[in-house]
């Protein structure tokens, strides 16, 4: 079974997702890190990130790869460098592209298809597994997610954090959008686990007994 998780940054996707994966016994496949993989190569080789084609060329040439809890794109192993601040900013900017999202998207199909799955992302629910047995949908109020990014990016500022959330929900908005038949599950006020186990009943009620 695929059970897609989507929602906008700081909505306790990635939390969630590798929680429940442990969990159910499932495989855990965070397609975020395969954008931002891409970007930290683009970067890394010196093309400007407006060039979807050379950027879609560059994905199918260069697949990211997981190891475990490792990402691996040319060669390199890219688990923390993704998570930097020049990461996030310049991620939506290949994300945005339609040449790029073909490409990975056929690769998280692929993905998906190997085995039952938690998939993490924008459009999980809505394009890469509208099959998924079940979809879930986080959000969480602007604040909260705030201060959820500030635990994971300690050097930046409240106010650069607030700004750049804002900014990436702009430049995301095209790729999210919950699917209709997924649950919405606010995180606000949830606890890790009890979104864990909202989702965890979720699955068992659609698994046969
Ligand atoms: O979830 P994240 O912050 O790691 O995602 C990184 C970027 O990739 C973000 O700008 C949204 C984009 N993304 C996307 O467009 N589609 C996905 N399935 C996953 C992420």
Redesign the pocket.
């Known amino acids: 079974m695929i059970v897609a998780i ?1 929602g906008p ?1 700081g909505a306790g ?2 939390t969630v997702a590798r929680a429940l994966a442990e969990r159910l016994g499932f495989r855990y496949l ?7 993989a891409l970007t930290w190569l683009a970067l890394e080789r010196g093309i400007p990130l407006e060039e979807a084609d050379r950027l879609a060329a560059l994905a199918t040439d260069a697949p990211v790869t997981f190891e475990g809890s490792r990402v691996r794109i040319g060669g390199s192993d890219v688990t923390a460098a993704i998570r930097e601040p020049r990461i ?1 900013r310049a ?2 900017v290949v ?1 945005r592209h339609g040449a790029v ?1 073909t490409v ?1 998207r056929g690769r ?1 199909r692929e993905l998906a298809d190997e085995g039952s799955a938690v998939i ?5 629910g809505t394009v ?1 597994a509208p099959e998924a047995g079940v979809k879930v949908y986080l959000v969480a109020d602007a604040a909260e997610r705030a201060r959820r990014r500030m635990h994971d990016r300690p050097g930046l500022g409240a106010d650069a954090l607030a700004t750049d959330l804002r900014l ?1 929900d702009a ?2 908005a095209a ?1 999210m959008r919950p699917a209709a038949d997924a649950e919405l599950i606010d995180t606000t006020e949830l606890g890790i686990a009890e979104v864990v186990d909202r989702i965890e009943q979720l699955v068992r009620a659609r698994q046969p007994a």
Do not use: N
């Open positions: 989507d940054a996707k990635s965070d397609t975020g890190a395969m954008y931002r996030d991620v939506p994300a999202r990975m998280q993490e992302g924008r459009d999980i890469v990436r430049s995301d790729q």
